[in-house]
């Protein structure tokens, strides 16, 4: 594994990178590759490389699993921004960092996205069209949970709210920092939130099961306007033409990934290849790290990215 920062020509700042590689990895070769992109509050050294990454960079792959900006180790200011566009250009950004690697084969590049990170893999998939085949982990539409349980059933009165804090900060005023979890599980059960997810992401994300310095689980408030008007699968029926892949678990939660993964894959009907898989025992945030639904979304996952990008059987071949 390789930590790099590069910059895009588009951007002002760094982007911050773990580089995946295979067992058998020869600098003379090239590789497929896939862009790992975490969940929102999340960062590179949790679930998208740790877990996923690893797995895959086991199969034969190149994986790239990056910071997005604004978070992580990543640049931009100000912090913890969650914008739905500049977390999908970043897959553009990343892409384009990649395919000057020589080892990375420009056209066999693949996507994967957990959570939050699913819904925006999915929809930079549509016009990104590099991307040859991508898979969302429990994938959440992030703008339909902005509308929806993060602004309490009240976008408009929370983009008010959003307007108000911002002209406060412009004029030199404190920012606002939003904590988007209980800081314990124990804080949690303290302020009776054991809803699943909530109490679910407490445990992976404030102990030691999954906590990473860079997964911050914050939001700077006033800047996420954007995320309240923003659909992930927006023209999925029309743009989604390449593989598609979906896992989720059928123990639903209040984030609403179930609900989010069943939706876009009936809807990506100009896919050329769109799988479901759907895990009966298991919730969104089992799917992030423990060994058995992680073990059966491989199972899918490994063979469809094998078929659409390459993988195992033809993983290298002579670098030009």
């Known amino acids: 594994m390789k930590s790099v920062k590069f910059q895009n020509p588009d951007m002002a700042w760094d982007i911050a990178a773990l580089i995946l590689y295979p067992p058998d990895y020869d600098e003379s070769r090239t590789y ?7 969940p929102f509050g999340s960062c590179k050294e949790q679930t998208s490389s740790e877990v996923y990454g690893a797995a895959l960079a086991k199969e034969g792959f190149v994986v790239i699993a990056y910071d997005a900006s604004f978070q992580g180790e990543s640049g931009g200011t100000p912090r913890f921004v969650e914008d739905p566009t500049q977390r999908v250009e970043d897959i553009s950004h990343v892409i384009d960092y990649a395919i000057t690697l020589p080892y990375v084969d420009a056209d066999r590049i693949g996507c994967i996205g957990v959570c939050g990170g699913g819904g925006y893999a999915l929809n930079a998939t549509m016009t990104e069209k590099r991307i040859k085949a991508v898979v969302g982990i429990t994938p959440v539409n992030i703008g339909r949970l902005f509308r929806e349980g993060f602004s309490n059933y009240d976008p408009l009165g929370t983009l008010e709210a959003m307007a108000s804090q911002r002209t406060v900060e412009a004029r030199g005023g404190e920012l606002q920092v939003n904590e988007l979890l209980p800081a314990s599980p124990e804080a949690a059960k303290a302020n ?8 679910e992401a407490t445990d992976y994300y404030k102990t030691s099961r999954g906590h990473k310095p860079g997964g911050a689980t914050k939001m700077l408030f006033s800047h996420a306007q954007n995320t309240l008007c923003w659909d ?6 029309l743009l989604m033409t390449q593989p598609m892949m979906v896992v989720i678990g059928q123990k639903a939660g209040a984030f609403g990934a179930y609900r ?8 990506a009907t100009s896919s ?3 799988q479901l898989v759907e895990m009966k025992e298991w919730s969104h945030y089992d799917i992030y790290d423990q060994d058995a639904p992680v073990s059966l979304a491989l199972v899918q ?8 990008v390459g993988g195992e059987d033809s993983k290298v071949h002579a670098a030009a």
Do not use: N, Q
């Open 232 to 237: 992930a699968f927006g023209f999925t029926e």
């Open 32 to 38: 497929p590759t896939i862009i790992s992109v975490h």
């Open 192 to 199: 009776g939130m054991t809803e699943r997810d909530v109490w």
């Open 272 to 274: 050329k290849d769109r």
């Open 301 to 308: 996952m490994v063979p469809f990215l094998k078929k659409h």
């Open 260 to 267: 989010d993964g069943m939706e876009v894959y009936g809807r």
